[in-house]
């Protein structure tokens, strides 16, 4: 997904979040349970832009219909060379409903892992603050 692609690399979150659906689902690849919402997803992939040195995507593959999407990066975290795939699906308005990471290799997952641990008290404390804004405007 090209619009994704492009906001990552330029790390402008606000662009990221315009591109997630309401009901987005996050599979991290270090936690056992996915993270329903656009409000966590959000603050976790601006915990991983946080964490990541060096992230580049190296590759491409969208399928033929245009809702499936895989970007595969390489990136940096705590010394470690990671290489990653986000596996993207988008609804029919063109919002990412699914976003799945895979990483290896191991050693870098765990340090990945430790590092969003780290991360996780702000993430969850932005993504709360970000649901009160939300509900002060309804």
Known sequence: MQAF????????SAAIEALLAEN???????AFK???????????????MR???DFRYVR??????????TLIFEATVD????TGADFIHTDEAGRIDD???MVRPLSAANALAAAMGAQFERIQAEA????QRENATL
């Open 5 to 12: 692609r492009q906001a990552v690399e330029a790390r402008d």
């Open 24 to 30: 987005v689902v996050f599979t991290s690849p270090v």
């Open 34 to 48: 996915p993270y329903p919402g656009r409000a966590i997803t959000a603050a976790i992939l601006r915990g991983v």
């Open 51 to 53: 964490v990541f040195e």
């Open 60 to 69: 491409e593959i969208t399928d033929a219909g245009g809702h499936d999407s």
């Open 79 to 82: 010394g470690k060379h990671v």
């Open 99 to 101: 976003l799945m990471v």
């Open 128 to 131: 709360a603050e970000q649901i």
